[in-house]
Each structure stands twice: as C-alpha cells, then as structure tokens.
C-alpha cells in the first residue's frame, strides 16, 4: 500500500475511534495528516465518520489551501493549512467538539498545567483561542497563536484542536485534554484546581518531546 492510502486509511481509523471515545458525533470536527512539505489530506466536509473510504479523504496544498479533486476538504481546512506552515515538527491536526474541552471553551478560561501527563503531552498550559467565526482565516491564526509551544488549544464557544507528530500522538492528546479538563471542571467544586509550577511544567514538556517520546518510538521497533 503507498503512504498516501496509508495516510488516507490512517485517517479514517482515527474518526472511527474519536466516534468511540464520543469527541465527535455524524460530520462534526475534522482530522488530517501532513503528506509532504507541500500537501496535506485532511477530512470531507459533510461526511460522517463511519461512512468514510480512502477515496474520500481530500488532498490540499497547504501553502494555497487549494484541493484536488471533486470532493470539497473540511470547512476548516485553514485551521490545519496554518498549523503545517507554522509547525515544521507537527504531522497530523484534529479538531473536536469534546464534551468536557467544549464547556471549558465555552467558559473561556485558560486551564493551567494540573495534571503530569497533561503538561508532559500538552504544554505547559491550554490557551483559549478568541471567538471568531469558524472556517475563516482570523480564526486559523488565532489558533495557531495560541497552540504556540502547545499541542492542544481550546477555541472559544466552538471546540479544541488537538495536534502531534503522528495521527496517533494527535489521539492521545485529545484523549489527554478531556481528562484535564474533566478535572478543571470538577476541582471547580474542590475550590479550583492547583497547577504544577510554571517552570516545572515547561520542563516536563520538553522532556517528553526530546526523550520520552524518541524512546517510545525506539521501544516499538524493538
């Protein structure tokens, strides 16, 4: 099988399994992969996630925002166009409407690094992009500004969008972001949650990127 159906098929397992997780329900969010320093191929728009082939996924060029072929790529193609072209080191991008990342975004409230494995995975904090209208190239850079030195964000009154190396970090950061913010939430009620120390936190996340990872990765090959 080429990379390209690989990538295509990649695509697919990743909505199937964020349907299972309840991240997203019919057509909503959206999931890509960057194929090369040109293109990208990223989600239908309209089309829900259990009903996808390999043919469906859509190849833009994220440089232009330009796709191939007659199907039309997600409504919010620039959000990923924005993230390739800023994120050399970034390979896949999925946004979300997760239930408990969805009512953190609704409250607007940046969430602070509260759990090991969320500043380990994520950063040292998860910004909230401003509201602004969804497909547009303001919101595109408004999440790109504030995933800088982060692989998640929430986006005001909309989602999260949630990016890694490979489709399945990009997973396993989604699933993380739902378990820091259910704690937020519940610690609401606790009389707030205490975050880890900001220089602490930084370096957790910089570990995880420059060792943990890289030695996940060798493990495998193993």
Same mark, same amino acid.
């Given at each position: ?111 602070? !690094? ?38 998640? !964000? ?5 989602? !999260? ?39 602490? !936190? ?21």
């Amino acid at each position: 099988m080429e990379i390209i159906d690989q990538l295509r098929l990649g695509i697919i397992e990743i909505g199937i399994k964020l349907l299972t997780e309840g991240f997203v329900a019919r057509s909503w969010g959206n999931i890509s992969a960057r194929l090369d320093d040109t293109y990208m191929l990223i989600t239908p728009s309209g089309r829900t996630y259990d009903d996808l082939s390999v043919e469906d996924i859509v190849m833009v060029n994220y440089h232009n925002s330009r796709h191939e072929g007659q199907i039309e790529p997600s409504s919010e193609k620039e959000v990923h166009c924005e993230i390739y072209r800023k994120r050399k080191t970034i390979n896949a991008v999925i946004h979300t409407h997760q239930m408990n990342a969805s009512t953190v975004a609704t409250a607007r409230r940046e969430v602070p !690094a509260i759990i090991d494995d969320q500043a380990q995975i994520i950063g040292p904090s998860v910004r909230v992009a401003p509201y602004t209208l969804a497909g547009t190239k303001r919101i595109a850079k408004r999440v790109e500004r504030a995933l800088r030195g982060r692989n998640a !964000a929430l986006m005001a009154n909309h989602g !999260a969008v949630c990016i890694g190396r490979d489709l399945e970090e990009a997973f396993v950061v989604c699933q993380v972001l739902e378990k820091t913010c259910k704690a937020f939430i519940e610690a609401e009620f606790l009389g707030g949650a205490k975050s880890i120390n900001k220089f602490q !936190a930084a370096l957790m996340h910089r570990y995880y990127i420059r060792n943990y990872s890289a030695k996940a990765n060798k493990n495998k090959l193993l």
